[in-house]
Structure formats: C-alpha cells, structure tokens
C-alpha cells in the first residue's frame, strides 16, 4: 500500500450502501492533492484503500491511520458537511 498522511484526508462525498453495511467514500489528501478512496464498513469495524495499481481494496492495518480516518468519517458524518448519498 502507498503511504499517506491520514491527518490530511478530507472526505468529499459519500455513497452509503445499505446492503453492503458499507460507505463509499471519496476523500482528497491535502498535503498532495491525491485522491484516495476508501470503504468503511460499520458493523465489522474494518476500512479499505483503494489501491489502483494493482487494482485491489486494502485494509488499513496501521491502527493510527484507521483511528484517523474513522473519526474524520464520523465527525463528516455528523456535522452533515459531505454530500451523503444512498443507494
């Protein structure tokens, strides 16, 4: 997995898949400019990377990256500032 600066991730829209108990997240590092997408799942407690080289989906195992983003989600998630979609 390509290192990131998880304190730099701003989530820019989210997709809520039901079905899946999953969330579809578009974010933007802002350190680099990056796009970075990431599902995060909510029952089972996990986060994934979009990793497009080698076109896989890879847990966050760096348990301060996924403390990170989980609380950049939630706090998106509560102050209601990101396009929240469903589908």
């Not at 898949?17 to 799942?41: A, K, M, Q």
């Not at 909510?42 to 847990?59: A, F, K, P, S, V």
Request: proline residues 3%.
């Amino acid at each position: 997995m390509e290192p990131f600066d998880a304190n730099a991730v701003v989530f820019h829209h989210l997709i809520d898949l039901p079905n899946s108990d999953c969330v579809f997240c578009s974010t933007v590092e802002t350190s680099t400019g990056h796009s970075r997408l990431f599902l995060i799942f909510r029952e089972r407690q996990r986060i994934y990377l979009r990793n497009g080289i080698r076109d896989t989906w890879d847990e966050l195992r760096d348990a301060a990256q996924y403390a990170c983003i989980r609380e950049r989600f939630n706090q998106a998630i509560e102050e209601k500032n990101v396009p929240c979609f469903s589908a």
